[in-house]
């Protein structure tokens, strides 16, 4: 029997930080005429309306605070700065921000998602898929449902330089792979966009990725991360050539 969305408590966490090196202001950057972060805030509340949730933005910066809010996030709070350096991992700034939401609502989430506001190109049947994972898949209890996608260069293809100029193989397997792509075993990459997981992963196992853990395939086109400026020039052209369809 499936089980009804109504009576689980999920909670959608994006996080955005202000400072960021390769791209100043990363995350409040122009794409498309609006700010990057709109389009996670924009994507989760849409699935909100088919899987009731609460949209949260964890920001250590006041300009993201008041953008994610005029877009429909809620922002509770501004993120310590402890949580907001260069070195942090991403599971302390998730599990701060649902610790602050359980504390304003009164009552523990079944569910909690971490979205990447850098990767905006995801679909929101994607992330709605994660959920239902997590919940109706039939014969099987995953922990988490993360999206992945194909890779252009194969891991047999990738090398490592050493010091002293040489190069060899970053998985050796004896010989110098040249065999055509299409011979290659399918390997994929975390997509860098969703990461869906029971409460129980992030508080007790300490993780956002619990294991079992479902992949789900989603087309590289949508899990393109932001990384430099090649980047969002590549998702501007994307956003455009989906808006002339």
């Not at 907001?84 to 701060?96: G, M, Y």
Request: charged letters at 25%; one cysteine or more.
């Amino acid at each position: 029997m499936e089980v009804s969305v109504i009576s689980l408590k999920t909670l959608a966490v994006i996080t955005a930080r202000g400072g960021s090196k390769g791209i100043p202001k990363k995350n409040l950057v122009d794409l498309g005429g609006k700010p990057l972060i709109a389009y996670a805030i924009e994507k989760a509340i849409s699935v909100s309306k088919e899987w009731p949730m609460d949209v949260l933005l964890s920001t250590d910066d006041i300009a993201i605070k008041e953008v994610a809010e005029s877009y429909g996030a809620w922002c509770p709070f501004l993120r310590p700065a402890e949580l907001a350096e260069d070195s942090i991992e991403s599971l302390p700034v998730v599990k701060h921000a649902a610790q602050v939401a359980e504390k304003e609502r009164g009552y523990k989430y079944d569910l909690i998602v971490y979205l990447n506001p850098t990767g905006p190109l995801w679909r929101t049947i994607d992330f709605l898929s994660c959920l239902d994972i997590l919940v109706n898949q039939k014969g099987a209890h995953f922990e988490s449902a993360v999206a992945i996608t194909s890779v252009s260069t194969h891991p047999f293809r990738m090398k490592r330089l050493l010091k002293d100029g040489r190069l060899i193989n970053y998985i050796d397997q004896g010989f110098e792979d040249m065999r055509p792509r299409q011979s290659l075993p399918p390997v994929y990459r975390r997509a860098g966009s969703i990461y869906a997981s029971r409460r129980s992963v992030i508080f007790d196992k300490e993780t956002l990725v619990g294991d079992p853990c479902y992949g789900l395939l989603v087309p590289p086109e949508t899990a393109v991360d932001i990384d430099s400026i090649v980047d969002l020039e590549l998702v501007r052209s994307l956003l455009k050539m989906e808006n002339q369809k």
